[in-house]
């Protein structure tokens, strides 16, 4: 029994570290800073939870748990409203949503105002 | 090549500590300088604990629970290995080092922010925090002063 | 000697060195400030990660509340304060420092391979003073957590030298930043508006809990990773905290700006005060087991921590407890007092006037 919590632990981290990977991967490739930040913090929380579930799993009923517990409820209290401030400073500062069909722009184009890009092509 | 495997931490020491360096020397931003220095001062921690690991070892707190997972780790182990190296069948890191760097990681942040804060005066006095800006009005300042005082 | 978890072990320590080296690489290449002392961030919270290979679970604590929590927000306060990126440096003038870097690292690179090797348990560093803390500490101190045992107790004059070194930058930054016509109150930021309200109604949830846990890290510092710096770094968090939702105005009517700079120096003066009981009472300087007289000793109820039967060194137990109180007060104080340094400046007083 406990073996087969252990296996099933261990496999919950792999998947809420797989889960985090690809977020990774989604914040590099995704097109504008709110599909960004959507990736990152959705990917984050899914990813702890898995990970915690399954470290939970493996540790049992012990005081650990409660504590895996409480690092639960804090990672779903700050990452979502992480994200929200992070969003509302992104929209403060004139950040715009690309909305309407994917297409990939011509690297020569002039770029939107995104501060953030600017300062990349500038110093490159 | 085994040499490099056991020193490697070393060696990624020496890399980051002259990372910081090469940031200090080549940057003139008084900003960007004082990031170099706090690199550098990192790689002096890092340093210190991998200095302080002891193959093997488990955290130095002698906690009955806590030392389960020690026991667990040195049931893994050469007996002769855990009995000389060991006290009471766990092995334990150095506890001495991480003293000396717990306390110097929050020294380093209080002098970091002394840094910052006179590096905040130099931008209200000199308009600039970039060193060869400011050199370049000390330059006028002073020839300015040298004209005044001429006869 | 090689379980499974040791070579893990190795592993980590490896693969996670790597990343400290190619963060470190990144932050000289960018040459952005805030991309910088992001990459700063993150390096904390790798090196915490590593420390915790490294089983220096109460460094990996004190990296992650220092690194990632209060230097980052002092870095931005600073840039916040002197504006600007970096100015572009031609490659002609990397080369003489690049040079140099390279030709001290080689060095320095050469030299460590005459170090012990890596996890040697015999090494002079490991083998001799190290040790003896952990072969003494039960029967000599008492804490199960030989850090916080050697931190207070055994080196406890270094860690005052340290505090007072604290409390010391607090008082420059206070003295450089928190006085003169810059340092008014910004003008209050116009009524938030509504869409904050989830970074406020997170926040007034998270500081009673921050604070709490502080408070858990300090009390706890004897059994498990934590204790005074950790705990005041973490409660001068919850202050900046409540400062950068609710503005500084509304953060110093709760701590005001005198109290947290007497505090700072209250701490200094619990901690050596108690070096200077310990030698009335005929002790050296700071020797706890010379804290209470024997009668006042005697006083002291068998039961009060649970088992009256197990030994107890009463004198090294408060005495811990004391120093750790007035470190957690310097430490906590001097970071809000710091804060409110580069947070109370404004850049534009003077050129608005103009």
Not at chain 1, 81 to 104: C, D, E, T, V, W
Request: proline share 4%; with cysteine.
């Amino acid at each position: 029994m406990t073996e087969a919590l252990h296996w099933i632990g261990g496999g919950l981290v792999v998947i809420g570290s797989l889960l985090t990977l690809f977020g990774a991967v989604g914040v590099l490739r995704f097109p504008d800073v709110y599909t960004r930040i959507h990736a990152a913090s959705l990917t984050d929380t899914g990813g702890a939870t898995l990970a915690l579930l399954g470290l939970g799993l493996i540790s049992g009923l012990t005081p650990e748990t409660l504590k895996l517990a409480f690092i639960w409820a804090f990672v779903m209290l700050t990452t979502p409203a992480a994200a929200n401030a992070l969003a509302n400073a992104a929209y403060g500062s004139g950040h715009k949503p690309r909305i309407g069909a994917f297409q990939i722009i011509p690297s020569d184009a002039p770029r939107e105002t995104d501060p953030e890009d600017a300062d990349r092509s500038s110093s490159q | 090549m085994s040499e490099f495997l056991t020193h490697f931490n070393y060696i990624a020491v020496v890399i980051i500590m002259m990372t910081g360096l090469f940031i200090v020397f080549s940057s003139g931003n008084l900003i960007k300088r004082m990031i170099g220095l706090a690199l550098f001062q990192s790689s002096a921690a890092l340093f210190y604990i991998s200095l302080a690991k002891v193959t093997g070892g488990t955290a130095p707190i002698t906690l009955e629970a806590a030392s389960e997972a020690g026991r667990a780790l040195a049931a893994e182990q050469v007996p002769g290995y855990v009995a000389q190296h060991g006290i009471d069948g766990v092995v334990y890191s150095n506890p001495l080092p991480h003293v000396l760097i717990l306390t110097a990681i929050v020294v380093g942040v209080a002098t970091l922010a002394v840094g910052l804060a006179i590096a905040v005066r130099v931008r209200e006095a000199y308009g600039t925090v970039e060193a060869d800006e400011i050199n370049a009005v000390s330059r006028i300042d002073a020839a300015g002063l040298q004209a005044e005082h001429a006869p | 000697m090689t379980g499974f978890a040791v070579e893990m072990s190795a592993a980590l320590n490896v693969v996670l060195l790597l990343m400290l080296v190619a963060i470190g690489l990144a932050v000289a290449h960018t040459r952005n400030l805030l991309t910088a002392i992001l990459l700063m961030s993150v390096y904390s919270l790798v090196s915490a990660a590593w420390l915790m290979v490294m089983d220096a679970a109460d460094v990996a604590f004190t990296e992650a509340v220092v690194g990632a929590g209060a230097s980052t927000i002092i870095l931005l306060g600073a840039i916040l304060l002197t504006r600007g990126a970096t100015a572009r440096v031609d490659w002609r003038a990397m080369v003489a420092p690049a040079l140099l870097a390279v030709i001290t690292g080689g060095l320095l690179i050469y030299a460590s391979l005459g170090l012990p090797e890596f996890g040697d348990p015999s090494s002079p560093a490991n083998a001799y003073v190290g040790r003896m803390y952990l072969e003494r500490t039960g029967e000599e101190v008492g804490p199960h957590n030989v850090v916080t045992a050697v931190l207070a107790s055994y080196r406890g004059f270094d860690t005052l030298g340290e505090t007072v070194v604290i409390f010391a930058a607090g008082l420059g930054v206070a003295l450089m930043l928190g006085f003169g016509p810059r340092a008014t109150l910004a003008p209050a930021p116009e009524k938030m508006g509504d869409h904050h309200v989830v970074l406020r109604v997170a926040a007034k949830m998270l500081i009673p809990l921050i604070t709490l846990y502080a408070f858990y890290v300090q009390f706890h510092g004897d059994l498990g990773a934590g204790g005074a710096f950790q705990a005041g770094v973490i409660l001068a968090v919850a202050v900046i905290l409540y400062g950068l939702v609710f503005g500084l105005r509304e953060t110093i009517a709760a701590v005001p700006v005198k109290a947290a700079r007497s505090v700072a120096a209250l701490g200094v003066m619990l901690y050596a005060g108690i070096g200077v009981i310990c030698m009335v009472n005929g002790g050296a300087f700071l020797d706890y087991d010379y804290l209470f007289s024997p009668q006042v000793e005697a006083m002291i109820p068998a039961n009060l921590l649970g088992d009256p039967h197990e030994e107890h060194h009463w004198g090294q137990h408060f005495g811990i407890l004391f120093v750790e109180l007035g470190v957690l007060l310097t430490v906590s104080s001097t970071i809000v007092t710091i804060f409110y340094g580069f947070a109370g400046r404004s850049i534009d007083a003077e050129e608005a006037k103009r």
